[in-house]
């Protein structure tokens, strides 16, 4: 049985890089499942930032109000904004930061 459960949900597009062994599990995983990559990197990370009791305390901080972006998130043109809302936060805890979505892009 699967471990991640996948529902559609709109996301922001965001470049990651993985090293060649994380890209082909990710890619066996969503066939295993009969998901997309970029659904198992979603979800995947979706369930670590639950499940971890330390981070959940860390976004309660001021600390984690002020972490700068690395993720490198690519701008939606107006008409693909205007048709893609912006998803809510990952975790319950953070409700009033926005976490955006990872989307796994081609093996580098």
């Known amino acids: 049985m699967p471990l991640l459960e996948v529902t559609q949900t709109r996301h922001l597009s965001a470049s990651i890089r993985l090293t060649d062994t994380t890209a082909t599990q990710v890619d066996q995983y969503a066939a295993f499942i009969h998901a997309s990559a970029n659904d198992v990197v ?35 043109s107006a008409n693909e904004a205007a048709e893609q809302p912006v998803k809510k936060p990952v975790s319950a805890a953070s409700s009033s930061s926005q976490a955006p979505a990872v989307v796994a892009g081609s093996k580098a």
């Open 42 to 76: 979603e979800q995947a990370l979706a369930y670590v930032f639950s499940k971890d009791r330390d981070f959940q305390e860390y976004l309660k901080s001021p600390e984690a109000q002020k972490v700068t972006p690395t993720l490198r998130v690519r701008r939606a």
